[in-house]
Each structure stands twice: as structure tokens, then as C-alpha cells.
């Protein structure tokens, strides 16, 4: 799980970050991002109603996406703020898929320096 640290949690901080950010997409997956005046990373994720009516899909898609960054946390540049939006089609799709992409749209907006 990630540490309460890294989650974008203040609603002007999503605001700031859907307003100002850059926008990536790749597939089922889309990303904002921010530069913050912070020394770590946070990170924000939207799984709405969209995706599921299944409280235990959602929140299986977002343990998934939680343990993906985790997994990548030292790779990624510091100081920025992300938000992470998924679509419908996620809930077909394997963990090692979704990490893929993550990790291609990660590269594609260098925020990791893989």
C-alpha cells in the first residue's frame, strides 16, 4: 500500500494539477501531472462509479495501480504531483498489462528515468 505521503488527497491540489497540468494517455489509462514545490511525489487516483459499480473492483484496480507505483517509486523524478484516471476497459486487463502501460506512459511523459 502506499504510504499516506505520496497521495494527492486536498481537493485545490487536484484542481491545480486538472488546471495547470500536462495530459498523457496511453490505452485504458490517462495521466496529469504537475511539478510541486515538495521533495516527493504524490500521487492521485480516479476509479469512479464509470468503471464499476463493484466496490471490490475498483478497489482491486487501485491496489493494483498503488502497488505498480510503489514498485517504480525510486525510479520516478521527484517533486511532482500525478493523477492517474482509468477507463472501463481496465477491469479485463492482467496486472503485468497494466503495469506496461503505466510504466510506457511514465517513460513517454519522462517522469521515470527508466
Known amino acids: 500500500m502506499l504510504p499516506r505521503k505520496y497521495k494527492l488527497k486536498k481537493d485545490n491540489d487536484f484542481k491545480k494539477v486538472f488546471n495547470k497540468g500536462k495530459y498523457y494517455q496511453k490505452d485504458f489509462i490517462k495521466i496529469k501531472f504537475?511539478?510541486?514545490?515538495l521533495e516527493i511525489n504524490r500521487f492521485g487516483l480516479i476509479i469512479g462509479l464509470k468503471i464499476s459499480k463493484k466496490a471490490v473492483q475498483r478497489n482491486k484496480i487501485k491496489r493494483q495501480l498503488e502497488e505498480i507505483i510503489q514498485s517504480e517509486l525510486e525510479q520516478i523524478r521527484k517533486g511532482i504531483d500525478i493523477i492517474i484516471l482509468v477507463q472501463p476497459e481496465?477491469?479485463?486487463?492482467?496486472?503485468?498489462e497494466?503495469?506496461?502501460v503505466l510504466i510506457g506512459l511514465f517513460k513517454k511523459a519522462k517522469i521515470i528515468w527508466k
Do not use: M, R
Open 34 to 37: 504537475l511539478k510541486n514545490d
Open 90 to 96: 481496465i477491469i479485463e486487463k492482467e496486472y503485468q
Open 98 to 100: 497494466i503495469k506496461e
